[in-house]
């Protein structure tokens, strides 16, 4: 995919939700959080469903994505995207690197569904992550992460 975007650029209200899904998942892949946060409303939410806390704000969710891709070597495999007038739902499998206690390495693979809504200036409203908690879970024990 070959979807150039600086972070300071906002898509037009007009952008379809598709282009707008590609320019956000164009952040996520490069692990650019200032392209990410771009994309979000000033007020925007983003909470990911594993107990943790709502990240709340354009800010915050830029500080947040850093240190996940900080503390973090993930990939995707893509799945079902599912367009509706102000949304987006994408199925979707995260691919980690992780490293065991003992020194191996191993590959987890952790199903995931983002459900992102859109106000009407076509920026990201929210973001609602769901994860896999036993495949999460699993993994983290088997990487001796607490979680």
């Known amino acids: 995919m070959s979807v150039t975007m600086s972070a300071e650029q906002n898509p037009a209200p007009s952008l379809s939700l598709p282009d707008l899904f590609a320019r956000y998942h164009v952040g996520w892949e490069t692990r ?5 946060a771009s994309l979000h409303a000033e007020d925007s939410v983003f909470h990911l469903h594993d107990g943790s806390e709502p990240v709340h704000g354009r800010d915050a ?6 240190e996940l ?5 993930w990939s995707f495999e893509m ?3 599912l367009y509706g007038a102000d949304h ?3 199925e979707w499998t995260m691919v980690l690197a ?19 809504t859109v106000n009407r200036a076509g920026e990201v409203a929210r973001k609602d992550v769901y994860v896999n908690g036993a495949q999460m879970h699993a993994a983290f024990a088997r990487a001796g992460l607490a979680r």
């Open 32 to 36: 650019d959080p200032a392209l990410i």
């Open 61 to 66: 969710l830029r500080q947040h994505c850093a």
């Open 69 to 73: 891709f900080a503390r973090f070597d």
């Open 79 to 81: 799945g079902r995207r």
């Open 88 to 90: 987006w739902v994408f």
């Open 98 to 116: 992780l490293g065991e206690p003992g020194g191996g390495s191993f590959t987890a693979r952790v199903e995931m569904l983002d459900v992102m």
